[in-house]
């Protein structure tokens, strides 16, 4: 059952950090699990949307401004073509895209993880987590480590299948840029669509995040969602593209006490297969677990 589309709050990063437009639209985002970002100025988006539209062409296919933004198919564990979905990607982390993706993109996946980070920081002080634990309780990504996927999005219309399976990320913050209709999120047993906003980010909590703060008064929830079948549209493809802020794939992730302890909850790598598992049910078993810090 679909339902009427879900308004979230609305924010924008400040240099003390994510400043919402309503008093309690904090509160509401962590139990929402999302929420709008406005896009800072000066974040050129335009290279992420010419990667989405090229990244699974060949590399001799089309004219040679855009030869950097294809050939991606070729990357084994960059590239992923999920045989149940309309989806197919990239998932790529930091020293990877240093290696493989031009500066523009680069300069942008920058821009977006930094943002992603500045959730975090905020969340963590709202909720009233000790400063001193941020380092062990993340994986060091307050401080940039961890692991800074960054994922580009190609829906294929010419499959008659779900555009992408139901799930909740995995790590603590996503940022999402999206353009075209398609995203849901559950909702009182029913999907409710999220609309794309001009201007805005939609940002996420992660499954991580929520194990972490499960014991606070308050805890951060990671909404499920997925995105449905995406009918052709033209010579416009859907398309999307995220920075994902997550811990470490080879530790451990944690909960935080009200007391100002934290404890280690379970591994990192055991939670990522089982997710792997339910979700995707195809062969990519170490979907998210490869991959160096930052």
């Keep these: 059952m679909t339902q009427r589309p879900m308004a979230l709050e609305r924010a924008q990063a400040t240099a003390e950090g994510i400043a919402f437009e309503r008093a309690y639209g904090l509160p509401r985002a962590l139990r929402d699990g999302c929420f709008l970002l406005e896009i800072p100025p000066g974040i050129d988006l335009t290279p992420g949307i010419e990667l989405c539209r090229q990244f699974y062409r060949p590399l001799q296919d089309g004219p040679e401004e855009t030869r950097p933004y294809r050939g991606f198919r070729d990357l084994e564990g960059i590239y992923f073509d999920r045989e149940h979905f309309q989806t197919e990607h990239l998932l790529i982390d930091g020293p990877a895209r240093r290696q493989h993706f031009p500066p523009d993109v680069m300069a942008m996946t920058e821009r977006m993880h930094g943002l992603a980070v500045h959730v975090l920081r905020t969340v963590l002080t709202h909720l009233g987590v000790p400063g001193h634990l941020w380092p062990t309780i993340t994986g060091n990504a307050v401080e940039g480590g961890g692991i800074q996927w ?145």
């Design 150 to 294: 960054f994922a580009a999005n190609h829906y294929r219309p010419e499959r008659a299948q779900l555009g992408c399976a139901p799930h909740r990320d995995t790590g603590f913050v996503t940022v999402l840029y999206i353009e075209q209709e398609g995203l849901e999120v559950r909702v009182d047993g029913g999907w409710a669509p999220i609309e794309p906003v001009p201007g805005y980010f939609v940002v996420n909590f992660g499954a991580a995040f929520e194990l972490l703060t499960r014991p606070l008064a308050t805890p951060v929830q990671a909404i499920l969602h997925r995105v449905q079948h995406c009918a052709p549209s033209g010579d416009a493809d859907r398309f999307s593209f995220a920075a994902f802020v997550n811990p470490p794939a080879d530790g451990l992730l944690y909960q935080v006490h009200a007391d100002g302890t934290a404890a280690a909850a379970r591994s990192s790598e055991e939670f990522l297969r089982e997710f792997n598992e339910k979700t995707w049910s195809d062969q990519y078993e170490d979907f998210g677990i490869s991959g160096a810090t930052a």
